[in-house]
Each structure stands twice: as structure tokens, then as C-alpha cells.
């Protein structure tokens, strides 16, 4: 199904795979029954195996599927960056790794809003299991954390856009268990400072010029991606907020708070 086929069917996927008829993969389509989270489990395993490492990185982020209709679980008009716009469509949450050995999504959650949960005959209708309660995009990511964690994969970071930077309960969750995190945050995020509470924008604001660094985060579509960077130290020392600069557009800033988790990076400050 990844293949770069121009059309994928039962006859063109088993003359790409070798095989000399399409009844294998028409049973596949068709009859075959298997247990998603179980093929989730191998999968996370052979990630952990092939690309594993202590400093690998849990990455979460969402996205969004276009529909046409109202029956497929847990559709509704919501906005998607997909699309750019509030659409009809289903959010999946995902979780991906990295590690120098390459990257590969691992684990996923099918997002159900308020106006699903609230409605069993409509969960019922859709093979929702029973039960099934709402879960916020960053509770959903949480959960797929701590399968990775119990599953013993070998991670040192998570990171996430503002959906999930912004969000306390995740957060604090990360910094109970001691997970070392660098997670994107609002420009009126608020941080407590020894001064009292500043916002995110404001801190950078009143850097010198001496604080910033100008650095590289790797190649992209159009070559070298250099940044203005600077690292400010918040009310405890393994929470920092990192600020990233446009070279090109100085008014252009993105914010990140940082845990380096204490066990793992300080032990001096325990």
C-alpha cells in the first residue's frame, strides 16, 4: 500500500509483491481479521530494535482526513491543518520516533469528539468499543506515551507543537514521570520567572544581543536552515525556554519550554 503503484488493486499490489495470483491479497482486503493494537505492539518492537536509541525522540502531532459523510467514527466539521480550515473529517493523533538510525510512526489515536462520546447509539452504530469516554488530543498523546514508556522503548525526548506545549496536564504528567521534553508554547505562554509570571514574547524581548547564537537545525527543501537561537533559564533550573529567531524576519519567533529531566541530565541538582 506504500508503493509508488499508480493504481493500487488486489492483481497490480501482488504483481508488485511476486506473486503469481491476487487471491492472497483479495483475502487480505476482504476476509482477513487481525488485531490493530497487537500489529501496533510488533511494530513499536521492531522500531525499538531497528532504529533504538537511549536519546531517541517520541514525537506527537495530529492531522486530519477528509470526508464526505457523518458515519465514519468520529467525523465532524473541525478544523484540520491538512486542509488549512474547519472541514468535514476525522483527527487521527500520532505518535512517531526518531532516533540518527532514521524515523517511523509507531503508534496512533483515532480522536472522538464531545459530539460522539455523548451519543452511544451512534458509537455503537460507528464499532466504537463500549465504553469508550472523550480523551483530549493531548490525553490521547499521553496515553501512547506512557504504552511507549511501559513497552520499554528507548527514548531520552518528547516534543510536540504549541497543541500540545500549551497543554499544563501534559506537562506535568512529563515532568513527574522525569521525561526530558522540548516542546513548542505560545507566544503568551507564561512562565514563572524569580521576578513573577512573564510572558514567553516579553522574556525575548528584553534579551541583549549577546544572547542569541546563531545555529543550524540541518537541511531543508531549500538548503541549510540557520536560526538565531537563545536559551533563557526559568523559575527552576531544568525548565528553560528555548527562542528561535528568523534570520531573514527578526519579528518572526517561535518558542519552546524545555525539561531537561533532572535524573537523566543534572544529577547535581537533586
Not at 518492537?45 to 525522540?57: E, I, Q, R, T
Not at 531544568?238 to 519550554?257: D, K, M, N, T, V
Amino acid at each position: 500500500m506504500l508503493s509508488g503503484l499508480e493504481r493500487k488493486t488486489s492483481w497490480s499490489l501482488a504483481e508488485h509483491a511476486g506473486e503469481t495470483a491476487p487471491d492472497g491479497m483479495q483475502r487480505l482486503f476482504t476476509t482477513a481479521r487481525w488485531d490493530a493494537d497487537l500489529v501496533r505492539d510488533d511494530l513499536r518492537g521492531y522500531v525499538a530494535g531497528v532504529l533504538g536509541d537511549p536519546d531517541g525522540v517520541l514525537i506527537g502531532d495530529d492531522t486530519g482526513f477528509e470526508k464526505g459523510g457523518t458515519r465514519s467514527a468520529g467525523v465532524q466539521r473541525q478544523y484540520t491543518g491538512t486542509a488549512g480550515k474547519i472541514t468535514n473529517c476525522q483527527i487521527g493523533v500520532f505518535l512517531a520516533y526518531a532516533s540518527g538510525q532514521g524515523r517511523a510512526l509507531v503508534d496512533r489515536e483515532l480522536y472522538l469528539p464531545r459530539s460522539w462520546t455523548g451519543d452511544p447509539l451512534r458509537l455503537a452504530a460507528a464499532g466504537v468499543p463500549a465504553g469508550t469516554g472523550f480523551a483530549t488530543k493531548p490525553e490521547l498523546l499521553q496515553q501512547m506515551i506512557k504504552r511507549a514508556a511501559a513497552a520499554g522503548m528507548p527514548f531520552g525526548w518528547v516534543a510536540a507543537d504549541e497543541a500540545y506545549g500549551d497543554n499544563g496536564p501534559l506537562r506535568d504528567y512529563l515532568e513527574e514521570e522525569e521525561i526530558a521534553y522540548v516542546l513548542a508554547v505560545s507566544r503568551d505562554h507564561l512562565l514563572a520567572m524569580p521576578v513573577g509570571r512573564r510572558r514567553a514574547d516579553e522574556l525575548a524581548a528584553r534579551l541583549p544581543r549577546r544572547a542569541w547564537q546563531r545555529l543550524s537545525c540541518g537541511d531543508g527543501a531549500k538548503g541549510e536552515r540557520r536560526y538565531d537561537w537563545a536559551l533563557v533559564a526559568a523559575g527552576r533550573p531544568e525548565i528553560s525556554l528555548l527562542i528561535r529567531r528568523s534570520i531573514s524576519r527578526p519579528s518572526q519567533l517561535a518558542f519552546y519550554l524545555c525539561q531537561c529531566a533532572v535524573r537523566r541530565c543534572c544529577p547535581e541538582w537533586r
